[in-house]
Each structure stands twice: as structure tokens, then as C-alpha cells.
């Protein structure tokens, strides 16, 4: 191997290397800052029913990745202060924070197919 051989590929790598750590400091950045939050109460039939039909498998998705899922109870949420949030009383409500702002909510559950279409809407935007 010759000295210039050598020298493009060290030049390569040291433009190439920042490139790499910029992208992983805005993934990790990104992941950092978005959620789903929900409010939910332990006595909540709605909760409960949510927690059956998506809470297992919610956390194997592909939205899960982009938005982890943060329980707070309705008690405790009234004290919450990490994000500037609406007020709320109703259990569920899903609330999908990104970048410390509120994109959206889903308030309530009905069933699977509404709970994906509304997400849908709420991530698309």
C-alpha cells in the first residue's frame, strides 16, 4: 500500500465519521424526545380493555419505535409538569408528544381498528 492510498482513505474516514456521529446524535435526539403518553386509571374498564387488545402488542410496532408508550396515572397527571399538557380527566387518553410539543391526542377507546386509524392520522401529519 502506498502513503497516498493511505492518506484518502484517513481523509475519508474523518469526513465520512462526523457524518455518521451527526446521524446518530439526531436518531438518538429524535427517540429521546417523542411519546406517547397515557393517562389512564387502574379502575378504568376502557383502560383495562386497551391494555388487552393493543397494550401487548403496542410495544412491538413499528409506531412504538418512533413513539414508546409512558403510562401516567389520572391522579398523577394533574402534577405533571414536563410538558405544557392540557388538563385532562379522561381515561384513556393517549397524548403523542415529539420534539416537547403536542402533536395529538386520542381521547378514549373504542376498538382496535379506530385506535390504529386515529394514530394513523395523528403520526401522518
Given amino acids: 500500500m502506498s502513503f497516498n492510498y493511505l492518506k484518502k482513505k484517513l481523509l475519508k474516514t474523518l469526513i465520512i465519521l462526523p457524518i455518521y456521529f451527526i446521524a446518530f446524535l439526531n436518531s438518538a435526539y429524535a427517540k429521546e424526545n417523542s411519546l406517547m403518553l397515557m393517562i389512564t386509571d387502574k379502575t378504568c374498564l376502557y383502560c383495562i380493555i386497551w391494555e388487552k387488545q393493543i397494550g401487548k402488542i403496542y410495544p412491538k410496532t413499528e409506531i412504538s419505535k418512533r413513539f414508546p408508550i409512558s403510562r401516567i396515572e389520572v ?17 384513556p387518553t393517549f397524548i403523542f408528544i415529539k420534539n416537547n410539543r403536542e402533536e395529538g391526542r386520542i381521547e378514549g377507546y373504542t376498538n382496535p381498528e379506530m385506535f390504529w386509524w386515529q394514530v394513523d392520522e395523528i403520526i401522518d401529519n
Fill in 75 to 91: 391522579k398523577d397527571f394533574v402534577s405533571y409538569k414536563k410538558y405544557n399538557l392540557k388538563k385532562t380527566d379522561l381515561t
